[in-house]
Every structure is written in structure tokens, then in C-alpha cells.
């Protein structure tokens, strides 16, 4: 499954605006590439025959028929979730599915290492640092991430905002974006078309965005200024946000080392607007 999404990522700036209608069509509907015909896909598309051709060729692969081959071996190879085991006593079961989770999400974290980029956490650390105001957003199960990242963030910088939607209402707060303003936004499947409009709707407010998403969320990469991928793919039907998590604590430590001082500043304001008491304990 990489080969290909890392192929449609690393070509996706190159291509025409039909390959890329082609890419996003394809990243979607792979059980449908994997057994239609050339004509088929063409028409479900709706490009030429010949514009599936050359959107296989700009990726590399010989033509159409080769990149078919790719995305029958997606299929075949995709991760069900585990059968139940037949026998076997109740502690021994739980342990298996414990097994089986932590497992898969140490793999998200390997393999979320292997994808990201050094240079392209560098410029995000140094944009969220330099950013006039700094968002953070997501939608639906993606706002515990955006929660824990304001949470993580807030006690280390000023003028940080955590973007809350209700239901699929727009955020007042975004009408308040302008350019040197910074958006951090988390993005996993299932994506939806306001995600996309409101990624457009801030490229043109010029609001640089650091897009943290899946592999697979090419169709957005034109309106980030940096993508971050995470792998999130569990056993069962719901993400995992493990991998997600920890480069929100990457960059908990990366904004501590280069703010030090306002961090620090930032504490002690907190401290004494909580006054003593506040906490139980040490």
C-alpha cells in the first residue's frame, strides 16, 4: 500500500489537475481499481482512457495495467480485523487482542517515524513559534487531538486558539484569521467536502496550515504549507491516535527548547492567577 500512496505524494505537485482528479478517485476506491476495466475506471472518473494511461506513467509505473497489479495487492493484503480465537480460556483471548492492539500501534509510531520528514518538523516548530496567532482545529474524533495539543501548547506560548465546532457549524473565531496567522489542523478519515473548503478558505486569508493527516489525504496537500503524515489504522473500525499523540509531544518539546523564556514566564502567570491552594499535594 505505501509504494502507492507514496508515489501519488511524491508526484501529486506535478501532476495535471485531471491526474490529479485520477489520484484522488483512485486513493478512494482501490477495490474498484483493483478488478475494473481501463474503460470503467476512465468513465467513473470521467477522463479519457488516455489520461489514465499518463496519470500511471507520471507515477512511474510501465501503464495502467502495472498500477492495477499495485492495487490488487492492496486489496488482497488489507488488514481485517482478527478472527476470535476458537478455544482457549478468557484471560488468554484478552491478552491476544491486548497483544494485537499495542502491537499495531507500536507499528503506527515505526512506521509515522519513517514517513515524516526532519526539515518539514523543523519549519513547523519554527512557524508555530513565529506565527502571530496560532489555531489548532479538527472535526469529529479528531478533536481530542486538537484538545490535548491546546492543552499541551497553551502553557508554553500566548495567543493560541483552540477552534471548537458544534455539530458542523463554522467556528466564529475563524473569521478572526489573517495572514501571519498559523493553523494547525488534524485531519483523519472519514474526510469530509467542509474539511476541504475550509482548507481553501484559509489558504486565501493567506493563514499558513500544518496539516497533520494520513498518508492518504493527498486531495488537501495543495492548501497545506506542510503535511505531516500519521499512521492511524487499527483492527478494528476505529483510528488510532497513538501516533498523532506523540508528535504532539514532539512538538510540546520542541516549542519548550526554542520558547524557553516565555514558557517559563507563562507558568508562573498561571501559577499566580491559580493561587496557592489550587492544587492537592505536592
Not at 502507492?4 to 485531471?18: A, C, G, M
Not at 499495531?104 to 517515524?113: G, K, S, V
Not at 500566548?158 to 485531519?187: H, N, Q, W
Amino acid at each position: 500500500m505505501a509504494d502507492f500512496i507514496n508515489r501519488v505524494t511524491e508526484h501529486f505537485d506535478e501532476l495535471t489537475k485531471s491526474h490529479k482528479e485520477v489520484a484522488n478517485y483512485f486513493l478512494y476506491n482501490l477495490d474498484k481499481v483493483a478488478v475494473g476495466t481501463l474503460e470503467d475506471l476512465a468513465g467513473l472518473v470521467g477522463v479519457s482512457t488516455t489520461t489514465v494511461i499518463r496519470f500511471a506513467r507520471q507515477l512511474g509505473y510501465s501503464g495502467f495495467t502495472e498500477l492495477q497489479k499495485d492495487a490488487q495487492n492492496i486489496v488482497l493484503n488489507k488488514d481485517m480485523i482478527p478472527e476470535q480465537p476458537e478455544s482457549g480460556s478468557p484471560d488468554q483471548k484478552v491478552s491476544s487482542r491486548l497483544a494485537t492492539s499495542f502491537e499495531r500501534d507500536i507499528r503506527n509510531i515505526e512506521n509515522t517515524m519513517k514517513d515524516l520528514k526532519e526539515e518539514d518538523l523543523d519549519r513547523a516548530v519554527s512557524l508555530m513559534q513565529s506565527a502571530d496567532s496560532l489555531y489548532i482545529m479538527s472535526m469529529r474524533m479528531g478533536f481530542s487531538l486538537a484538545y490535548y495539543a491546546f492543552a499541551s501548547w497553551g502553557r508554553l506560548r500566548r495567543d493560541i486558539r483552540l477552534l471548537r465546532f458544534t455539530g458542523m457549524e463554522y467556528p466564529e473565531e475563524m473569521v478572526s484569521m489573517k495572514k501571519g496567522d498559523v493553523c494547525v489542523v488534524f485531519a483523519f478519515p472519514r474526510f469530509t467536502s467542509l474539511a476541504i473548503h475550509l482548507l481553501e478558505w484559509m489558504k486565501k486569508r493567506q493563514v499558513k496550515v500544518i496539516l497533520v493527516t494520513s498518508a492518504t489525504f493527498v486531495a488537501a496537500r495543495e492548501y497545506a504549507e506542510i503535511i505531516l503524515p500519521c499512521r492511524v489504522r487499527t483492527a478494528s473500525y476505529q483510528n488510532s491516535h497513538v501516533a498523532p499523540i506523540c508528535l504532539i509531544n514532539y512538538f510540546t518539546m520542541a516549542l519548550t527548547a526554542e520558547n524557553y523564556d516565555e514558557a517559563a514566564e507563562l507558568l508562573r502567570d498561571t501559577e499566580e492567577l491559580l493561587g496557592p491552594g489550587f492544587y492537592i499535594g505536592n
